[in-house]
């Protein structure tokens, strides 16, 4: 007998919880408000708790710090690829940068770091900016070109000038208190930076930003300038990018012209494609998967960056969409396969 | 009629490497009046649009915008000073709902001097005005059509969107590049009201069109271009009784009998 062929296809459907969690009736029972703050708790908690968690493995720790930088990074690049239309290759510029203001005001004027840090953060994006300025009419992949030869640049420059000590960087820069400090102001900005910026895209502001990404010879005949909003953009991520420079300096106690390495540049984007593009906290959850994993390779020598480079491969091929997306559908709907 | 001129062109000349766009092109317009600028398909409206808006500079020639001279200015600031234009191809803010695209007009400079829309954004919040505006032009507030995102609007919508866009800024001239190309009769029947109720407003307007009835039916003075130059200029019935018109418009049999 010949095998019937029936053609189905997979329907999503809203769950109801997810329907009735959308206005006001959010509040009408525990069951809905627990429902809409889970995760967000879940995130929120498990954040604050891992430090305490690994309390007994220190060095797991420190790649806790490394993987809040890279977060913050992740986090800088997904807010300007997918809200404000710029593809930023920029990520080790905002780290040097970030790095070597703030070793440079430590040891040259002698601050503390509860000083640098938040001069080296707003200082460096205003560097960032007025260095990328002049490529703000460009788009798409020239941007990308152009962000990504800034790191480059800057690395040969104090190589060649022999500034800023040269190859040797900048020794002697003052650590942080203490490992907790270190953990806790990363995690603390990385959270209050995951949230106000998911709340600004949804401001007037975020939807002129959103506006330039979508179309900006249309922003441009409402009257607004686009350029001073890409200026906004990137001021915003490249102070991102910054604080976690100046975190990485007084980390490590010194900043070098490794800090323009192009990791930085590269593991963000990689984190932002396995978490989920356009969703902020799928860079996130991408860095927390990303950063260890390739701590894990390290005993494989050599061969890690090739183990590395399959894993991504993997995911990229078989979930192309990132981890939150994903996540977030299962989250909100249920599937059934339909008969046509 | 002595009433003031909102914009004039001076002799606008524009190349585009060996094509030459637009040829010396004069025109006048006065507050009130609705211009239509009509011509075959690659005679330089758009370009000529592009000139007056910013988006292209032209090579020669000047543009005076209530006695400002606009000529080289980029599209914001021209947007800002009161003159907005509407794209022929739609460009909508493709992920925003609807309504959420009318707020970054209303988030511009321009619109909070002025309050945008009517000055409804000196009393409300920018959302309820950009519903407001929307249900002013056909979109009805209570369905749900305003809060979809744009994505999923028919073309007859998207339209209507790029309008609300112009006249969320409050504009003093509203450019309307082809509003009424693409769209279904049905379409087209709900959009005339429409640009009627503008006119009755005294929304000053330059009309770029194919649709040559409905335009006949809405402007008072019509100019026609060909290879971007002005052929000539008039009421309808002084445009369609002109030779030159007909012969760049509607039959190529009596070009050759000039050749």
């Not at chain 1, 593809?87 to 905002?94: D, F, K, T």
């Not at chain 2, 249900?135 to 995102?149: A, C, H, L, N, Q």
């Not at chain 2, 190529?252 to 009998?257: L, M, R």
Request: proline letters at 4%; charged letters at 20%.
């Amino acid at each position: 007998m010949e095998a019937v062929i029936q053609s189905r296809r997979k329907e999503r459907v809203d769950r109801g919880i997810k329907v009735r969690t959308d206005g006001v009736y959010a509040v009408s029972s525990w069951r809905e408000i627990t429902y809409l703050v889970a995760p967000r708790l879940l995130l929120i908690g498990g954040l604050v708790l891992l430090p305490l968690m690994l309390s007994a493995v220190p060095y797991w720790q420190k790649v806790l710090s490394i993987i809040c930088i890279y977060s913050l990074l992740a986090i800088s690049f997904d807010f300007l690829a997918h809200f404000v239309g710029l593809v930023s290759l920029g990520g080790a510029l905002y780290i040097g940068i970030g790095a070597y203001t703030a070793a440079l005001l430590n040891t040259h004027l002698g601050l503390p770091p509860i000083l640098t840090i938040p001069l080296a953060t707003i200082l460096g994006g205003g560097i960032c900016t007025l260095l990328l300025w002049p490529c703000l009419p460009l788009r798409g992949v020239y941007f990308a070109i152009v962000s990504l030869m800034f790191p480059l640049l800057a690395a040969r420059v104090i190589e060649a000038l022999d500034i800023f000590g040269g190859t040797d960087g900048i020794l002697g820069v003052v650590g942080l208190p203490n490992k907790w400090v270190e953990m806790y102001v990363l995690l603390g900005a990385v959270l209050i930076i995951l949230f106000g910026l998911r709340r600004l895209v949804n401001e007037d502001v975020g939807l002129v930003f959103r506006g330039v990404k979508d179309n900006d010879q249309a922003v441009k005949a409402s009257g607004i300038n686009i350029i001073t909003f890409k200026a906004l953009g990137v001021f915003i991520a490249s102070a991102m990018g910054c604080l976690g420079g100046a975190m990485l300096s007084h980390l490590y106690m010194w900043a070098g012209i490794s800090q323009f390495a192009l990791d930085f540049s590269i593991i963000p984007i990689a984190a932002t494609v396995v978490g989920g593009g356009g969703t902020l906290a799928g860079p996130v959850l991408g860095c927390l998967l990303l950063v260890p994993i390739s701590e894990l390779l390290r005993d494989f020598g050599t061969l890690r960056i090739a183990v590395y480079a399959v894993i991504l491969c993997a995911f990229i091929v078989f979930k192309s969409e990132g981890l939150m997306v994903y996540g977030s559908r299962k989250y909100q709907q249920f599937e059934r396969w339909v008969q046509i | 009629m002595s009433a003031e001129t909102m914009l004039s062109l001076k002799g606008v000349t524009k190349r585009f490497g060996g094509v030459q766009a637009l040829t010396e092109v004069d025109m006048e317009v006065r507050r009130g009046d609705i211009l239509g600028i009509i011509g075959p398909n690659g005679c330089g409206k758009t370009t000529l649009v592009n000139c007056i808006t910013g988006f292209v500079r032209p090579d020669q020639g000047q543009v005076i915008f209530q006695g400002r001279d606009i000529t080289g200015w980029p599209p914001h600031k021209v947007a800002d000073a009161g003159l907005t234009r509407t794209f022929q191809v739609m460009r909508p803010y493709y992920s925003l709902a609807a309504y959420k695209n009318l707020i970054v007009p209303l988030f511009s400079p321009r619109a909070r001097r002025t309050g945008g829309w009517r000055g409804g954004g000196r009393m409300g919040d920018r959302n309820t005005v950009a519903v407001d505006i929307l249900e002013e032009i056909g979109f009805e507030r209570d369905s749900y059509v305003p809060y979809k995102t744009a994505s999923s609007l028919p073309t007859g919508y998207l339209k209507r969107l790029e309008l609300a866009r112009c006249l969320a800024l409050r504009p003093d001239l509203i450019i309307c590049d082809e509003v009424f190309s693409g769209l279904s009769m049905s379409e087209m029947a709900s959009m005339l009201p429409l640009m009627e109720k503008l006119r009755a407003e005294g929304v000053t307007l330059i009309m770029v069109e194919h649709r040559l009835r409905e335009l006949f039916s809405l402007a008072n003075r019509v100019m026609v271009l060909n290879f971007g130059a002005k052929v000539c200029e008039g009421n309808s019935e002084e445009v369609m009784a002109n030779e030159e018109v007909k012969r760049a418009y509607f039959g190529s049999e009596e070009v050759f009998e000039y050749v």
